[in-house]
């Protein structure tokens, strides 16, 4: 392993406000366990990090000097910046977010340091995009109606987008969104007499899956217009609009009462503002006795109260105004603002990476035609980033996803 002093010798190409927050940033990484981390630089050449035997191992290639005093100015946010601008690169960019991620007390010493002062206007523009209903119209345009075109290239047929559940070895993405989809409705004990209300229509997977496997009525409520005209005309093609009831509703403003509920991996665009005015609403909604479950991406109980104080790159690129609840922290709203009993929690996080593996292989494969579509290469290597962001969370466990099943008393 070298020192940063040896490091710091072999860099006198490097200016000083760069050379300063390079040192900082080595006497950091020179703390680095569970993984080794390989960091090459133009002129310089390699400095290694880490356990160099551990079988988590990572690489970095350094383009642009800048990358250190960003990153110390901007902790993660500017980490993910400085990447979209080219700075620099990884032949395995999940593998060094991984361990990163598996060793957030650095990340946490780094950004105690000097981050204080972008992360006021982070907050800012994060308090900006709360999820009042106004707001929440926007926040989803801003993400989902990137067009559907684009996310035909990279989800399953479909069109789920959210996790899959390998429940078996050797399924392909398209059976294990199938099983997801099924073992959500068994959870509900749905039959051909319920009627069944989805938040969050997505493309209108679930709810045709829903009406045809099971025979129920659906009404299902999005506040993303694309996903709205897509999901009616699919419903059509179905053959399902006796069954299949289509809202463009903030579930705010829902009406009447169900026997089952289901929303999947919707409540993390709530926000932690409004999770029990969501809660409350979800049990308004339900009849005495009726069954809800939830699928749900969560933070890990020990990083709650840290994240809930803070903006990540997930809020402030990808989507705005999102908020990743704890298990605990559901679990507690549940109970206090609501007269609902948790009957199951499952969770799914390991399938959630393997889903966002598939995802990002398919994403590359079919880069050219999402290029000739008119995205650029920032646009890639943001989605790029974004997507191994995410899986490298679920592999080192600091976010999960779980099924929650519950019912109204």
């Known amino acids: 392993m070298s020192s940063p002093e040896y490091s710091l010798c072999n860099s006198a190409t490097i200016s000083g406000r760069n050379k300063s927050a390079r040192h900082i940033i080595f006497t950091l990484l020179q703390q680095l366990q569970g993984g080794g981390l390989i960091l090459r630089e133009p002129g310089i050449g390699e400095t290694r ?10 690489e970095v290639d350094i383009f642009d000097f800048r ?4 990153v110390l100015l901007g902790g993660s946010i500017a980490a993910g910046e400085s990447y979209i601008d080219g700075d620099w690169s990884s032949p395995d960019l999940t593998g060094v977010l991984q361990l990163l991620a598996n060793n957030m007390q650095l990340v946490d010493k780094l950004e105690a340091r000097l981050s204080w002062i972008t992360a006021p206007w982070h907050g800012l523009v994060h308090l900006w995009r709360s999820n009042s209903q106004r707001q929440a119209r926007r926040n989803i345009a ?3 109606d990137l ?3 684009f996310y035909q290239q990279f989800l399953d047929r479909d069109m789920l987008y959210s996790s899959a559940l390998f429940s078996e070895t050797g399924l392909t993405l398209e059976q294990a969104q199938q099983a997801k989809m099924r073992r959500l409705c068994d959870q509900l004990e749905l039959k051909p007499s319920d009627h069944l209300l989805e938040i969050g229509t997505g493309w209108g997977a679930l709810a045709e ?3 045809r496997e099971y025979g129920c009525r659906v009404t299902t409520t999005t506040i993303s217009q694309a996903q709205f005209d897509y999901a009616n005309q699919r419903i059509k093609q179905a053959g399902l609009t006796d069954r299949v009831t289509l809202l463009l509703e903030d579930y705010r403003q829902l009406t009447g009462q169900y026997d089952k509920l289901i929303s999947v991996e919707m409540i993390e665009a709530v926000g932690k503002r409004f999770l029990p005015v969501f809660i409350k609403r979800c049990e308004q909604l339900l009849k ?3 069954k809800m479950v939830l699928q749900a991406i969560t933070i890990s109980d020990q990083r709650y109260q840290q994240y809930s104080r803070n903006v990540d790159f997930i809020q402030r690129y990808v989507f705005p105004g999102g908020f990743l609840p704890s298990i605990t922290a559901l679990c507690n709203t549940l109970t206090r603002h609501s007269d609902m009993v948790m009957c199951d929690l499952f969770d799914i996080g390991r399938d959630y990476a393997r889903t966002l593996q598939e995802w990002r292989q398919r994403f590359e494969h ?3 035609t999402l290029h000739s579509q008119g995205f650029d290469e920032r646009f890639q290597r943001l989605w790029r980033f974004y997507l191994c962001y995410c899986e490298a969370g679920f592999l080192a466990r600091s976010i999960s996803t779980v099924q929650l099943s519950a019912e109204r008393r």
């Open 142 to 144: 801003a993400h989902y």
């Open 288 to 290: 005495p006795k009726g």
């Open 147 to 149: 067009g559907n075109g």
């Open 209 to 211: 899956f829903a009406a």
């Open 67 to 70: 990358t250190y005093r960003r």
């Open 49 to 58: 990090f880490g356990d160099a035997e551990a079988p988590l191992q990572a």
């Open 366 to 368: 079919h880069w050219p």
